[in-house]
């Protein structure tokens, strides 16, 4: 019985674990498609620093709210 309950628990724990840090993965990927498609598609390297820079600052910001999922949302719209 206790058995059981420590397995059940543990699995628990690591869905707890787990489950944000594949979401924040997730999230990183779908930025760095983003940037990775600007700069591609842009012509001239100022539009491209400052686009990177911008991409980074949202990061941080997004990472210490917990608007982090609308931020992501219109990430992958654009």
Not at 1 to 18: E, H, N, P, T
Not at 31 to 38: G, I, N, Q
Not at 40 to 57: C, K
Request: glycine share 6%; no cysteine; aromatic share 8%.
């Amino acid at each position: 019985m206790l058995g059981r309950k420590l397995l059940v628990a543990a699995i628990l724990a690591l869905g707890m674990v787990g489950a944000p840090v594949a979401a924040h993965a997730a999230d990183t990927a779908a930025y760095d498609r983003l940037l990775t498609r600007y700069v591609a598609a842009s012509a001239d390297g100022i539009n491209r620093v400052r686009y990177a820079a911008w991409v980074s600052s949202l990061k941080m910001f997004a990472r210490s709210t917990p608007m982090w999922p609308h931020l992501n949302a219109i990430a992958r719209r654009a």
